[in-house]
Structures are given as C-alpha cells and as structure tokens.
C-alpha cells in the first residue's frame, strides 16, 4: 500500500516562495511517473509537474521556468520548490504517484497567494 502525505503549504504573498514536500511510504521505487497536481475552486485538477524514473520532467505551461520538481530515482520524498507566485497558483495542491488516472493521491495541502 502507497501513502504520500504533503506539507509545505499556507499563505504567501505575490512574488513569494514556498516549497512543497510529499512523503511518500510502501513500495514506490517502481512506480512512475511522480509528480503534483493542483485543483483550484470551480476547476478541473490539472497537472503541474511530474518526472518519470528515466528522468524526464514535464512542466505546466503556467509554471514553467517558476517551479522546480525533484527527487531521485530511488527518492522516497518529492519536492516542489514555487518561485515568483502569483495569485493564480492559489490551488490545493496534490502528490501523485503512477499517473492521474490510475495512480496513488495524497490529501492535498493548500497554498493560497495573497497580498
């Protein structure tokens, strides 16, 4: 059984930084990709960043050159640094691990950005 726990979230300012982290427990050292979503209020769940196991990372358009994801290949902790935020980023965020159709899912933690 996977479980991925997040934290890292909470109010910040526009132009701000906050570093998510997802802990993640249970045999997932195969399961790719890794990665977060977010779900703003009255959206869809959309993707903002995986990586796959060979090494190949994914970025939402918004975010691109904002957010970095990491964790190794065999990281049991993924990570994703937020720069420059803006208020559009406010969102619940969500780990993933296998995909968003079939994959494991975290509670989500909430980031808002606010002045």
């Known amino acids: 059984q996977v479980q991925l726990v997040e934290s890292g979230g909470g109010l910040v300012q526009p132009g701000g930084s906050l570093r998510l982290s997802c802990a993640a427990s249970?045999?997932?050292?195969?399961?790719?990709?890794m990665g977060w979503y977010r779900q703003a209020p009255g959206k869809q769940r959309e993707l903002v960043a995986a990586?796959?196991?060979?090494?190949?990372?994914t970025y939402a358009d918004s975010v691109r050159g904002r957010f970095t994801i990491s964790g190794g290949s065999a990281a049991n902790t993924v990570y994703l640094q937020m720069n420059s935020l803006k208020p559009e980023d406010t969102a619940v965020y969500y780990c993933?691990?296998?995909?968003?159709?079939?994959?494991?899912w975290g509670q989500g933690t909430q980031v808002t950005v606010s002045s």
């Open positions: 993933n691990a296998g995909g968003g159709v079939v994959g494991y």
């Open positions: 990586f796959t196991r060979t090494g190949s990372t």
């Open positions: 249970g045999n997932i050292f195969k399961i790719s990709p």
